[in-house]
């Protein structure tokens, strides 16, 4: 299958990486950064594009654009991990809406467009006979889009709930563990890379509710606003509150939970026994998928990191390579 | 899509309950236990059959067998959910293989055919076009299988390991809880319904290592038979053993392994730290997939029960139903 990759920063390289190491049966065809790109409809070598970005900079020749490449390109799927305004949801929005007119396939692992503009682009896909893959959207290498839509096939999920940002989940884990203030702990993950110099997004309990919102409009078939979510950060709490908790055995953890029979969307501090499923360490994420037949299924794993994200695009990828016809 | 089931019991009638209630696509139109059939290729309504099973014992007719489903009703896949032996995979494994050469799909929840047969079997669907689908031979509920497939294809799997027998970890919980002897809490578990009344196929590990054979021969390539893995059971843990653990905060577990790598099955007790994502209590399972590009990712849910069972079945029914071409 062919692929045309737009965007070449960490995940960009990660996929071409695999594509070069592995039998996965894709070519790639066109590749775009911001400032340049490159078509071969034969098939680009990946790892000769790799070195080319590391030496210039540069993928390609400047005059190349995503644009040019959504419509000239000979492509399958289009590869969608450009470095997009989570607020405006661009410039991914305009390219996948694009390359669904076009009648070809996109993997993103852009959050914006999905959580804003998921039953329009889903209308598109549909249209045009082809499909809209996300699954690099929520919680990174752990497959939970994936698993909602096939391997729970015939379940009526009744709650979903779990912990869905690793930055407040690594600061939970040291405020616990070593009576870290807020303030101290959060200074630790931005000094490991875990925490961005804002960390407004993570701290306050956002990046979560939007990933709430993916779920619930792609998953659910709700409509839902990053508005519609009742949202309390971690950025308040105190280490005494943590302190407390351990007293009893018990520790916090940032839940963000849907509601599927009320239709309710929260993210928010919660209590939890120590040795629930749910306790991760670290900048794990973890996801329980109450169900009326298979009951609780808890998934964890990483839910960050460019070789993590590369993974759930590849896998989608796959997907859409192996199996065809009437399904999501 | 048109099912025929062979076996009436819990799960069958689990299977035809969910046909019942929701919106599968699945049409029944055979169905045999082990005294009686019925065939009726317009659709059987699954309320009437599963009435008169508790009503007659019988599910239809005596003279109608379920070889004579299999090579004369009208049907896409053959949902095989017998109790079969499991050392000699009988009747399950002549079923599968009839179905098989009629060109029909076959989901299975019998470990015997898959871990003894797996290659002949899917060598048999390939060419007649087929799929061969078996998510309710590993850990119940949890769709490891899919998982595997793919959720994590493109994926590397190193090592996978973890909890796959209830009945041990149930033993192992109330050991270590209660300070209960091993016979104690076997009792316990007998009474609960847990545990066998002659509990060797559990508690011997035998069981946990059925499903890394299957595992092994069915994802992973391998050419593994039970005498091939390693077992050591729980038969014989003293509550001695499991004090001792508690004293450093660890805790004792039965996990099976297979190394990818090396191309070795284990099944054995292992102390392993008390907040390890895999020490789950009472019955639950839980596998930790460790890959080349996800990292590890854990899954945690119930592994028996005769709805989460039928869950399974019905998550294959439903992708042999939406997926078609290539896919495994």
Chains 1, 2 share one sequence.
Do not use: W
């Not at 071409?16 to 590749?31: K, M, N, S, W, Y």
């Not at 290498?141 to 779990?162: E, W």
């Not at 994200?309 to 999501?328: E, M, Q, R, V």
């Amino acid at each position: 299958m062919k692929i045309a990759i737009l965007g070449f920063g960490s995940v960009g390289r990660g996929i071409a990486q695999i594509v070069a190491e592995r039998d996965t049966g894709l070519v790639i065809t066109a590749v775009a950064d911001s400032k340049s790109g490159c078509i071969d409809n034969n098939g680009i070598d990946p790892l000769e594009l790799i070195n080319r970005k590391e030496e210039t900079g540069l993928c390609g020749e400047k005059g190349i654009t995503a644009e040019y490449i959504i419509e000239n390109a000979e492509y399958d799927a289009l590869v969608e991990v450009t470095p997009t305004n989570a607020e405006t949801a661009e410039p991914s929005l305009g390219y996948i809406r694009l390359a669904l007119s076009r009648g070809r396939n996109v993997v993103t692992s852009n959050k914006g467009p999905i959580a804003k503009n998921y039953a329009e682009l889903k209308d598109l896909a549909d249209k045009n006979g082809v499909r809209l893959k996300y699954e690099a959207t929520v919680c990174g290498a752990i497959p939970i889009i994936h698993t909602l839509q096939y391997s729970l096939a015939g379940n009526k999920v009744k709650r979903l709930y779990g912990i869905f940002n690793g930055t407040c989940n690594y600061i939970l884990t040291r405020m616990a563990d070593e009576k870290l203030t807020y303030k101290e702990a959060l200074l630790e993950a931005r000094e490991l890379g875990y925490a961005e110099a804002d960390p407004t997004y993570d701290v306050e309990g956002i990046d979560a509710a939007i990933k709430l919102v993916i779920l619930a409009n792609a998953i659910f078939g709700m409509n839902k606003k990053i508005e519609d979510v009742e949202i309390t950060g971690i950025n308040s709490l105190t280490s005494q509150a943590l302190e407390l908790a351990e007293e009893d055995e018990l520790t916090i953890r940032l839940i963000g939970e849907i509601n599927n029979e009320k239709g309710i969307l929260k993210v928010s501090p919660r209590v939890i026994p120590k040795n629930h499923t749910l306790v991760v360490r670290d900048t794990l994420n973890a996801v329980t998928i109450d169900t009326d037949l298979a009951g609780e299924i808890t998934l964890i794993g990483k839910g960050a990191g460019s070789i993590e994200t590369a993974s759930a695009i590849i896998s989608d990828l796959l997907f859409i390579s192996n199996c065809h016809d009437g399904s999501p």
